[in-house]
Structures are given as C-alpha cells and as structure tokens.
C-alpha cells in the first residue's frame, strides 16, 4: 500500500507560480510511476504530468505547453509539481497518484492522494 499526501496549493494570481508536493508513505515509491491529475468543478479528471521510476523519463499533456514541470526524490519519497504562468483555468484540485507502470487513464492508477485545491484569480 502507498499513502499519498498532496500539499502546495492555494490562491495566486494569474501569470504566478505554485509548487506542488505529494509525499508519500508506506511502500517505496522506487519502483511506481508517480502521476499528477487535476479536476475541475463538473469536469472529468485530467491527467498532467507523469515521471518514470528514476526520474529520467517525464510525460506531460500537450495542452501544459511547457509551463509545468515534475520531479521527485525517491530518498525523501515526495514528488513536485511546479506550475509556472498560472491562468484562472487552471483552478481545480490536483492529485497525485501512483501505478507500477504509465497511462493516462486515471482509472488506471492505483493509488491516489485526498487532493489539494489550486485557484488562480483573474
């Protein structure tokens, strides 16, 4: 079993920053991929942005553009999310989650954090 435990989030304005963190507990991270999706209000969750097990492979949705970057630190079993150019369309809560291996489908993954809510104002 894994725990994940996102923290980070809160209001910015637009065009600012915000870093995501998700810790983990319980199994090693190592040997999952760690995922980040976000929901909107009344929409589907989205899948962001993945990274492989020693953090040398990255996934990112195309609709990101290069404004988000992942990352993590096996030894201190957390993963990030920096988030850059920040746009009020980006509002929702962000998840992180984790599977032994990458999809997109967030169906697919097996464990999940309780989530952490990103606003961004006008």
């Known amino acids: 079993q894994v725990q994940l435990v996102e923290s980070g989030g809160g209001l910015v304005q637009a065009g600012g920053s915000l870093r995501l963190l998700c810790a983990a507990s319980?199994?090693?991270?190592?040997?999952?991929?760690m995922g980040w999706f976000r929901q909107a209000p009344g929409k589907e969750r989205e899948f962001l942005s993945a990274?492989?097990?020693?953090?040398?492979?990255?996934y990112y949705a195309d609709s990101l553009k290069g404004r988000f970057t992942i990352a993590r630190d096996n030894a201190k079993s957390t993963v990030y999310l920096q988030m850059n150019s920040l746009k009020p369309e980006d509002s929702a809560v962000y998840y992180c989650?984790?599977?032994?291996?990458?999809?997109?489908?967030?169906?697919?993954?097996?464990?999940w954090g309780q989530g952490t809510q990103v606003t961004v104002s006008s």
């Open positions: 989650a984790a599977r032994t291996s990458i999809t997109t489908a967030p169906l697919l993954w097996d464990y």
């Open positions: 319980g199994r090693s991270i190592s040997r999952y991929v």
């Open positions: 990274i492989g097990w020693s953090g040398s492979t990255t």
